[in-house]
């Protein structure tokens, strides 16, 4: 008995030192800040599992817009039924989490605000983007982007467009359908021209596109491009299953004669 009241009076303490964390003493904005610096996945999701303020300040809308489907006929900040809707509410900078489970359609959705996209599952196959036949793509990209944990389906044509930007895909799984014109179909296209306007040395300015741990299956080849960039830096990793891919597109480096 006296051992049960020691353990109790033990977790007592260890819950009241917790609560007087110097942490706890910030106001609500403060710490949402601080959850802002967080990655999405998965320090600001562990985050939201510390206690029931924290969960409210980790999932604010302010940190991250969700695109899922209600259960209750009840809108709730934040939230969207569809990817097209959250794209058009989202503010530049803000990362869009696609609920798992069930297919969800992107056609042609073009965009052209830096964000960030990832999928809510724990691994690609959990978050799928179905881009619907006769669709040019299920995304275009015409600003500096990142895309994680997805995985994208094309009936015909590509998975993603790139315009324009920098553009990251990791930790995805790109399909493209099998079909008679599959060798019109292609994981990625980008018509980009490279940057131009800045000397190369310049860093942070131009075009490319940059995949990291990503499965391609399907299509002609992995990506086309029809502008001035070139695809560079291969490397796959071969598995009992699939492949993975490591790859960047970007303006050929010319080196200098002596």
């Not at 503010?91 to 969800?104: E, F, N, Q, S, V």
């Not at 691994?123 to 179905?130: E, G, N, Q, S, Y």
Request: with cysteine.
């Amino acid at each position: 008995m006296a051992k049960r009241r020691a353990g109790g009076s033990e977790s007592a303490v260890a819950a009241s030192s917790s609560a007087a964390s110097p942490i706890n003493n910030l106001d609500d904005g403060c710490l949402m800040h601080i959850f802002s610096f967080l990655s999405p996945i998965p320090d600001r999701y562990n985050t939201a599992l510390v206690c029931h303020r924290w969960c409210y300040l980790a999932c604010h809308p302010r940190l991250w817009l969700r695109v899922e489907k209600p259960m209750k006929n009840i809108a709730e900040p934040g939230v969207f039924i569809n990817l097209e809707a959250a794209i058009s509410a989202a503010r530049p900078g803000d990362t869009i989490l696609i609920a798992a489970g069930g297919d969800h359609v992107a056609s042609n959705i073009q965009i052209q605000k830096p964000l960030c996209i990832m999928g809510g599952g724990e691994i690609p196959d959990d978050t799928i983007l179905t881009c619907s036949r006769g669709s040019d793509s299920a995304l275009e990209f015409l600003s500096t982007c990142k895309v994680a944990n997805l995985t994208i389906r094309a009936e015909l044509g590509c998975c993603l467009l790139h315009r324009s930007g920098k553009l990251t895909i990791e930790g995805c799984i790109l399909q493209c359908e099998e079909n008679p014109l599959d060798h019109l179909s292609f994981p990625i296209v980008s018509t980009a021209s490279g940057c131009s306007a800045f000397a190369p040395s310049v860093k942070g300015h131009g075009d490319s596109v940059t995949v990291a741990r990503t499965r391609i299956e399907g299509g002609a080849k992995a990506v086309r491009t029809s502008g001035n960039l070139v695809l560079q830096h291969v490397r796959a990793i071969y598995s009992r299953t699939s492949i993975f891919f490591w790859f960047e597109v970007g303006e050929q480096q010319v080196s200098a004669k002596a």
